[in-house]
């Protein structure tokens, strides 16, 4: 019977173009070291001409192997190119750990530099994003091509120049926290990223899944401080087990109908959940999980007494990360250290929607192919898992469960003393820094001499790791997902059985298993996995069958619980908890498309104020949408359906007509009917405006002006959108109440939503509108008397200067429209076509200011 192998039209590919590099080989490695440097600029040559990057990846592929080998001494294995043809294809590449993932990379960046778009590596750390890029830069540069590195901290003028270059590397969160930074910039110097073009993600899986429910948020401006987390502490701490239930599958806390009446007491309320209480419930709420659900030196540490998070995939150390909606101050107050204000939320974004931003994206790992789905659903990308260069000889063996956590240990400690004496390597994996600590105790007092790497070691791994290897070496990490560094068994070690790698705990995905497991057995060495777990440990405490397992396997005592049954067990528990994780990430991601929408188009909106020289259409539309609402407001009907013209009048006079000459009287406005009034009062303001913007033109000239309007308008936009996301934030935490009135969440907090961001969209163009119009800059040079120069008798020199400095603007406009199409590469027809459309434009814009001018001139 013959049996067909399915393979992915991306593997069809990769295996198609392998042959065509190969044919090659033989070819480019008679260039000479000029020759092969020169293909570069062929290369670039050839795409301008219209070649498509897809057309030479074959020929690229080949000189950047040729390089590679060079430069590097090492030819990159035929996976090695497969993998490299996968990431270029935008899919993820599953390649064991070992099998040169670095090195996969140079072919698709090289080849997707050639066309001039940015090209970005993004890694879990700053070590591995340096030494990656000294690494592979040596490559790079010997083909031509600059490269850089991004990191926190550093100046803005040094990000700009990394950016800048062919190739940046970086650590994941500083390009998600610098696409933000760049999106509160006020001018477009100041911003540092050159485009979102292509970006090859190493550890994909840690950084796209992993970390998908933490959103990246730039804070500012401390919002007042208040003594109610203290408060909120000192009540949780007189709470016993009867007044609060915890949901272990889902990690969550609250009070009992017990702890609801001793909160009543407690703060002599007659009802805790009243309107005006839910502050202080939010942060009874946060204590709660702080006091219950949070656990020192498993999800935080205390380090200099600062609360420092640890990443619960890899257990390394959060730089610069910490809990929002006030998690963190409820922590600070639990472990009494001082508690920092909370702070307002200046912009955020998710890792999923940052990362979706890009044109192209890929990635590589060692373990992705059980979250293909994921990967697919929410990136558009298939997992393609490429074949290891050498077949793998590891032995990973059944999982031992025991009944309690004390026989696991014995057990774990007999199991590293053997290997221990036999001189194998072991690398003991750890679920969190509290178990590799008593782990440490058990081995101290069997006198076994070991390693211990977990998130308070952080500085320390890759030296820790690269010795794990050495025969005789025991050493004891938490959680080795995504550490980067090989471990390469001695001569000694492969002797005694090559790498032997022990588990301690499933982790609540099967991916990550993997990984521990995959740091034995690398290039075909032999190695030994295996597992010794518990009924105590946390992924059977997650669900409520425990105890009822721990009564039928007691009679095991501390000896090993027998059958499959049990093991079939954990990993159904395994698997059901991926889905929870699974659709909890899935539920943050459709909350933030929410708010992803609204964000492009105020960004979107945002570019447009910063890269054009002339606002005047902007503004106007703006004054359009503000008027509008202006007429529109119900505040000015009375009871009898009458207008009340006088507060209509008045309002106008007093928050838009305090600079200008014109005032709006109740007898001309009495004789309009809404539409005529709504158009009469914009061309009021058009013509109005267009006097102060003169005024501004005059007395400081023309840049002065483009950059009074930018300040302005961005300085309300960014209030805006700042005050609007912490809105979204707090509907977000209290739709989950509608859930009690059988309506759906998410319908609520989408359509909610959507009325607040329309309601953001008419504040920016109401404040707009008043703070253009009540800009004291646009007083006119001799304001003494409240005149201005169109108006009153100015002598002929000032009209005339007027006049050109009017002329000057409209020139300075054009020039830069100018030479912003001859970079578009359009012919001297289009050109002068599209400045005379813009012309006419402008001039339109700016006939009031004309008309005036040229009356003075009569």
């Given at each position: 019977m013959k049996f067909f192998k399915f393979e992915s039209t991306e593997m069809r590919i990769a295996w198609h173009t392998l042959k065509k590099i190969n044919a090659l080989e033989p070819e480019i490695s008679l260039l000479s070291d000029t020759e092969l440097k020169n293909k570069t600029i062929e290369f670039k040559e050839r795409i301008k001409l219209g070649e498509s990057p897809e057309d030479i990846r074959h020929e690229v592929f080949a000189v950047a192997r040729e390089a590679t080998k060079r430069i590097l001494g090492k030819r990159p294995f035929d996976v090695q190119m497969i993998g490299g043809i996968i990431l270029d294809l935008g899919s993820v590449a599953e390649m064991k750990t070992g099998e040169g993932k670095t090195i996969t990379s140079i072919a698709p960046v090289y080849l997707n530099s050639l066309s001039g778009q940015s090209v970005i590596v993004s890694t879990v750390n700053e070590y591995l994003a340096e030494r990656d890029a000294e690494e592979m830069g040596l490559v790079f540069n010997f083909l031509g091509l600059s490269v850089g590195i991004n990191k926190a901290q550093?100046?803005?003028?040094?990000?700009?120049?990394?950016?800048?270059?062919?190739?940046?590397?970086?650590?994941?969160?500083?390009?998600?926290?610098?696409?933000?930074?760049?999106?509160?910039?006020?001018?477009?110097?100041?911003?540092?990223?050159?485009?979102?073009?292509?970006?090859?993600?190493?550890?994909?899986?840690?950084?796209?899944?992993?970390?998908?429910?933490?959103?990246?948020?730039?804070?500012?401006?401390?919002?007042?401080?208040?003594?109610?987390?203290?408060?909120?502490?000192?009540?949780?701490?007189?709470?016993?087990?009867?007044?609060?239930?915890?949901?272990?599958?889902?990690?969550?806390?609250?009070?009992?109908?017990?702890?609801?009446?001793?909160?009543?007491?407690?703060?002599?309320?007659?009802?805790?959940?009243?309107?005006?209480n839910s502050e202080l419930v939010h942060r009874i709420q946060n204590s709660l999980r702080a006091h219950k659900v949070m656990k020192l030196d498993v999800e935080y540490i205390v380090r200099n007494d600062k609360i420092e998070l640890v990443d619960s995939f890899t257990g390394r150390i959060m730089e610069g990360r910490a809990y929002s909606e006030g998690l963190q101050q409820a922590i600070q107050a639990k472990e009494r250290v001082e508690i920092e204000s909370e702070t307002k939320t200046l912009a955020t974004i998710t890792y999923q929607n940052f990362f979706r931003l890009f044109k192209k994206i890929s990635g590589m790992t060692g373990t992705a192919k059980t979250e293909e789905k994921e990967f697919i659903d929410i990136y558009n990308m298939r997992v393609n898992v490429v074949p290891t260069n050498k077949p793998v000889v590891r032995v990973d063996d059944q999982d031992e469960i025991y009944v309690d956590m004390h026989s696991k240990w014995k057990a774990v400690t007999k199991e590293v003393k053997k290997a221990y004496q036999r001189r194998q390597p072991i690398l003991i994996?750890?679920?969190?820094?509290?178990d590799s600590e008593i782990l440490h105790e058990y081995l101290l007092d069997e006198g076994i001499p070991h390693t211990v790497l977990n998130a308070k070691q952080d500085a320390s791994e890759a030296d820790i790791i690269s010795k794990a290897g050495e025969a005789g070496a025991v050493t004891i990490a938490t959680n080795m997902a995504g550490r980067g560094t090989d471990i390469k068994p001695s001569k000694e070690a492969i002797k005694n059985g090559g790498l032997y790698v022990l588990g301690t705990e499933k982790a609540e995905s099967r991916r990550i298993d993997n990984q521990l497991k995959g740091r034995s057995g690398r290039q075909g060495d032999i190695g030994y996995t295996k597992f010794f777990l518990s009924l105590d440990d946390q992924l059977i405490l997650r669900f409520s069958v425990q105890d009822q397992w721990k009564q039928i396997f007691k009679e095991y005592g501390s000896n090993p619980i027998p059958g499959k049954a049990i093991r079939s067990a954990f990993l159904r528990a395994q698997k059901k908890i991926e889905g929870f994780n699974y659709d909890s990430r899935k539920s943050v991601l459709n909350f933030d498309d929410v708010i992803r929408q609204q964000r492009d188009l105020i960004y979107e909106q945002r570019d447009l104020i910063l890269n054009r020289d002339d606002l005047g259409s902007i503004i106007h539309k703006m004054f359009e949408v503000a008027v509008f609402q202006i007429v529109n407001n119900p505040y000015f009907v009375k009871k009898n359906d009458t207008i009340d013209f006088e507060g209509f009048v008045e309002y106008l006079n007093s928050n838009f007509m305090l600079l200008t000459k014109h005032k709006f009287n109740v007898d001309e406005i009495k004789k309009m009917d809404k539409d005529d009034l709504i158009a009469y009062i914009i061309d009021i303001w058009k013509k109005e405006y267009d006097i102060l913007r003169q005024n501004i033109i005059d007395k400081y000239g023309i840049s002065s002006l483009v950059k009074n309007e930018r300040n302005i308008i961005l300085n309300v936009f960014d209030s805006g959108w700042q005050d609007h996301i912490n809105v979204m934030d707090k509907l977000r935490r209290s739709t989950h109440l509608v859930q009690y009135a059988q309506k759906n969440p998410y319908q609520v907090y989408t359509k909610l939503g959507s009325k607040k961001f329309k309601d953001l969209t008419n504040r920016i163009a109401m404040e707009c509108a008043a703070n253009l119009l009540n800009n004291y800059e646009a007083l006119p040079a001799n304001n003494s008397d409240f005149d201005f120069p169109f108006v009153t008798n100015q002598n002929e020199t000032n009209n005339k200067q007027s006049m050109q400095n009017l002329q000057e603007f409209i020139g300075f406009l054009l020039e830069s429209e100018k030479a912003h199409l001859e970079k578009k590469n359009l012919d001297e027809k289009q050109i002068l076509q599209i400045l005379a459309e813009k012309k006419a434009e402008i001039l339109k814009e700016f006939k009031y200011s004309f008309e005036s001018l040229a009356k003075k001139e009569e």
């Open positions: 550093m100046p803005a003028h040094l990000k700009r120049e990394a950016y800048a270059c062919d190739v940046v590397y970086s650590v994941h969160s500083e390009l998600g926290f610098d696409y933000l930074r760049d999106n509160m910039a006020m001018t477009k110097e100041e911003k540092v990223q050159r485009g979102l073009d292509f970006i090859l993600l190493d550890e994909v899986d840690s950084i796209l899944i992993d970390e998908a429910k933490t959103p990246l948020i730039i804070s500012g401006g401390d919002q007042e401080e208040s003594a109610m987390y203290n408060i909120a502490d000192l009540f949780v701490r007189t709470l016993n087990h009867d007044d609060y239930f915890i949901d272990e599958e889902t990690k969550s806390v609250y009070l009992t109908d017990a702890g609801i009446e001793k909160a009543n007491k407690y703060f002599n309320f007659n009802n805790l959940y009243d309107l005006e994996g750890t679920a969190q820094v509290e």
